[in-house]
């Protein structure tokens, strides 16, 4: 998902298009795809699979389903409970912890008091034996998490099929999921098993009830989804269409495939065009993009297809190649956007940003794009746990979103190339951010564990991209995305953590890391580097009552007269660092004369302060720290510092000003 700030939709003569009554749609022709490809070997270990069967009221926007999940204990402890999250139950109240934890918005969007939703379990079986009366909710008054006892444990390697009989009320969509007018977003809408997690023997469910802040968490496996929908809907869903047939009534069924996923989703429209498609081209095959969109968004559809194609063609070199045929993004309507744009799902994304400010080279509808197609590899393919550490999946998704839109658009124009205004991501980005030292919570706090949305998105985004970013610099790019690669590689299909994801760094850029790592992301800390003074005197030999010499014995002075100034400068600049984090530092000095001297700060282990003193035949009249902007974790505003008049520096407010301006102006063009 992408916060706030980026999925400004602006309803400019955008919203209330009359789009005449629905027609019937043509009847969709299956694929001969396999749902995985490169011969349809399983990637990952499927222990979760799901058969559903679902029939969408769209009048009511309600929908009856069954569901048969076939689970596999692949640990070596006993189970003896099941626990599964009914995610629908986030809106049926007011009581629920999703509700309590957003007052009922999300990212600007409002929940309406009309539009409740719901699922309700109403049939749950093991080998026929009807289970529903022994189901309980752990957590009232929330009912987004339900558990089942068993009457026999699951074994280490048994696997049981469970039954699900199910209905359920779409809410009017404000988070993700759900309907607004005719358009129906739907996911996080079936019972859903939680994943074990922990040392092989002791391993314990992890299955939270759903929070604002926290996305999901699930294992990967395959899907088998028939849905039963109006003939005038056009139908979008993760994975592949296998079948379709028509049925009386102006019904139709629809059966998708997915493989090697962990969720899936679905969209259901009566406006949508037929998609907008084309190709990424990778060295395995190719794979088709479908872009749905209503017609008066038709010229984004074109900017989404267009981002979604170099994206996974970007993603799939740099990382792993995009093992699924198919990429469907939906573009929602423009007064749905801020609902339920912007989200990931395997092989289907929402997006958002279509404004009428986001002109061509404006790319904030690409970078949405970009960001929940990349999703498809850090958390789709990478799939770590949402709720305990979103920063693995969002934040290291925007640092390789931000490289992957600089590769695509230019390296100073990834993000802005307007007007003659250019911008590169990492450098709006940073300039966007908040102080990292300002933010009251670790990046590596679970994600219901933070304050407000706020200190979430910050943390979890802009200063882990920013923390990921400066590493990068400070490592040496190259050998950075090779360990990135390998991070990727090494733990697709599985559940990476943060410990995982220091480890392979670690072994791969060859060193310990552990003096970035543990403050940067498990303590509020920040930098706080700044320059504390710096100023020049005139160089002379030493004057005054000199011992051991015969100056002394005669007790002459020696002036100014005798030992006149050499005609040069003795400067000192003092560079403390108040923070936590220490990264080794470069410095450049500039002089009156265009001359310029750079000095190094290794700065970890050596103490809060370093003292340089330079003496040079012209004056020092400007320090920049960090000049080749390496560091983005703090603030860049304090690290330029001009030297006054004669030269004594102090602070003062116009020149910090203006040099505000110069580092802005450096950092983002035009
Ligand atoms: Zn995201």
């Known amino acids: 998902m992408l916060r706030r700030l980026l999925v400004v939709a602006i309803c400019v003569a955008g919203c209330g298009h009359d789009h005449g009554p629905p027609t019937v749609k043509a009847k969709p022709t299956p694929t001969d795809n396999p749902a995985i490809r490169g011969g349809g070997a399983p990637r990952s270990a499927r222990i979760a699979n799901y058969k559903i069967d679902a029939r969408l009221d769209a009048a009511q926007h309600s929908i009856a389903g069954t569901e048969v999940l076939t689970w596999t204990n692949t640990g070596q402890s006993a189970v003896d409970t099941l626990p599964f999250h009914l995610y629908l139950n986030a809106f049926k109240n007011e009581s629920s912890v999703f509700w309590r934890s957003s007052s009922g918005s999300m990212r600007g969007a409002h929940a309406s008091d009309s539009g409740w939703g719901w699922i309700q379990v109403e049939s749950v079986q093991i080998g026929g034996v009807e289970l529903v009366g022994k189901l309980r909710y752990p957590g009232l008054p929330d009912e987004t998490v339900v558990e089942l006892p068993l009457p026999q444990p699951v074994q280490p390697g048994q696997t049981i099929d469970v039954s699900f009989k199910f209905s359920e009320q779409l809410p009017e969509v404000w988070a993700r999921t759900g309907y607004k007018g005719e358009f129906h977003m739907v996911g996080q809408w079936f019972p859903k098993i939680g994943v074990r997690v922990g040392t092989p023997g ?24 028939t849905l039963t929908v109006p003939n005038t809907l056009t139908v979008a869903a993760t994975g592949v269409l ?17 493989e090697d996923v962990h969720d899936f989703a679905w969209m259901a429209d009566p406006y949508m065009k037929a998609p907008l498609s084309g190709f990424a081209k990778l060295e395995d095959g190719n794979v088709e993009v479908r872009v749905y969109y209503r017609p008066e968004q038709e010229a984004f559809a074109k900017r989404h297809r267009d981002a979604a194609i170099a994206a996974i063609e970007k993603f799939s070199a740099a990382y792993l190649p995009y093992p699924w045929p198919i990429m469907t993004i939906i573009d929602p309507p423009l007064d749905a956007a801020e609902g339920a744009g912007a989200m990931e799902y395997p092989t289907l994304v929402t997006t958002a940003g279509d404004s009428v400010f986001a002109r061509p080279g404006l790319r904030l509808p690409e970078m949405v794009t970009i960001h929940e197609v990349g999703h498809n590899w850090f958390q789709g393919m990478l799939a770590s746990n949402e709720a305990e550490e979103a920063w693995l999946d969002e934040g290291v998704n925007e640092w390789a ?25 990492f450098a709006l980005r940073r300039v966007a951010a908040e102080d990292p030292g300002s933010i009251p919570t670790p990046i590596a706090t679970a994600a219901y564990a933070f304050p407000d949305l706020d200190a979430y998105s910050e943390a979890t985004y802009s200063k882990t991209m920013n923390a990921l970013h400066t590493l990068e610099q400070t490592v040496g790019s190259v050998k950075f995305q090779a360990a990135m690669k390998a991070y990727a590689r090494a733990w697709a299909w599985k559940h990476p953590t943060g410990r995982d994801f220091y480890a392979t760094l670690e072994k791969e850029l060859g060193q310990d890391l552990s003096w970035f790592f543990e403050p940067v992301f498990h303590e509020v800390a920040g930098l706080g580097l700044r320059i504390r003074s710096a100023s020049c005197l005139p160089a002379h030999l030493p004057r005054g009552v000199l011992a051991g010499s015969a100056d002394t014995s005669t007790k002459t002075i020696v002036t100014e007269t005798s030992r006149p100034d050499l005609g040069a400068w003795v400067c000192s600049v003092l560079v403390e660092n108040t923070g936590r984090i220490h990264i080794p530092l470069d410095i450049e000095l500039r002089f009156a004369d ?44 304090t690290h330029r510092y001009r030297l006054e008049g004669d030269g004594a520096a102090s602070l003062r407010a116009a020149a910090r000003i203006s040099t505000w301006a110069q580092t802005l102006m450096q950092l983002v063009g035009p």
Not at 242 to 258: C, E, F, H, K, Q
């Open 202 to 225: 002791a391993e314990r469910w992890e299955c939270q009830p759903l929070h604002a802040f926290t996305e999901f968490f699930a294992d990967f496996g395959t899907y088998d989804v």
């Open 242 to 258: 296998v079948a379709s047939a028509d049925l009386p009534g102006g019904t139709r069924t629809l059966t998708y495939r997915a």
């Open 401 to 425: 979103d931000a490289h992957a839109m600089d590769d695509i658009y230019g390296a100073r124009t990834g993000a802005i190339d307007w007007m003659g205004w250019q911008a590169e991501v």
């Open 594 to 637: 265009g001359a310029s001297e750079r000095v190094h700060w290794e700065d970890r282990g050596n103490g809060n302060w370093q003292r340089f003193a330079i003496e040079r035949s012209s004056k020092l009249v400007e320090v920049i720290l960090d000049p080749d902007n390496k560091i983005a974790l703090d603030s860049p505003f």
